[in-house]
């Protein structure tokens, strides 16, 4: 089985300080992790992802994550929020040999003050 | 080109009705899904097609039915719709289980009246 825990439902920073979303999962495979963002009205895009290669991931529009074993954690940082940050960002797993089908976690809304 | 395409972007239509949400990928995957998002954005696997094996999410009711006519096409029918299913329904596919990141349609928005 597999699960994704997204420990804030809300993150609200101001505009040029940092972001940090955090992500705890649970696999009993060898996880493939991603997050993704949903702006508005839109589709899904991928940030990042982490398919076992290097545990820090660098992703788009300066984001990034560290893959963490020992604490089973993925949590997404950015060292300085744009007000076009503004989203919902999804905490994904997936496993081959397990579930492989994508499981989301329920989201984070990030929030942006100028 | 789009990587996943779905039609149409809105469907609205009444409770009781039949309607099917269209959905095809040109990137050469071998796996496709259906996801709805709530209300709350939560997103929940529907279904996964993988070369004619489907895995159906036993919540999901049987009123909703995927049909793939190709490996290119997952197509979402939803029978005698209700007002509960008002949602947002995602396609998506991937290239390898689990070890690739999943493309995602642009969504359609179901609204039931």
């Known amino acids: 089985a597999q699960s994704v825990t997204q420990l804030d439902s809300h993150v609200s920073v101001s505009e040029g300080t940092p972001v940090l979303l955090r992500c705890n999962y649970s696999?009993?495979?060898?996880?493939?992790l991603f997050w993704y963002v949903q702006h508005p009205n839109k589709g899904l895009q991928l940030l990042l992802k982490y398919t076992s290669a290097a545990t820090l991931v660098k992703g788009i529009n300066g984001f990034e994550a560290e893959f963490k074993k020992s604490e089973t954690s993925f949590h997404l940082t950015k060292p300085s929020a744009h007000m076009s940050d503004a989203a919902e960002y999804f905490c994904v797993v997936s496993a081959s040999g397990g579930s492989y089908i994508p499981t989301f976690g329920r989201g984070t809304s990030l929030i942006v003050h100028p | 080109d789009t990587a996943v395409s779905q039609t149409p972007k809105y469907l609205v239509t009444q409770m009781g009705n039949d309607k099917s949400i269209k959905c095809e990928q040109n990137?050469?995957?071998?796996?496709m899904y259906w996801y709805k998002q709530d209300s709350k954005k939560f997103l929940k696997i529907m279904f996964s097609y993988n070369n004619k094996e489907l895995i159906i999410n036993e919540t999901v009711p049987n009123r909703f039915s995927p049909k793939s006519p190709d490996k290119a096409h997952l197509n979402l029918h939803i029978n005698s719709l209700e007002l509960g299913d008002s949602a947002v329904y995602f396609c998506a596919s991937s290239q390898v289980r689990g070890n690739t990141e999943a493309f995602f349609g642009q969504g359609t928005r179901l609204t039931v009246v």
């Open positions: 990137l050469g995957h071998d796996t």
């Open positions: 696999s009993s495979y060898s996880p493939s």
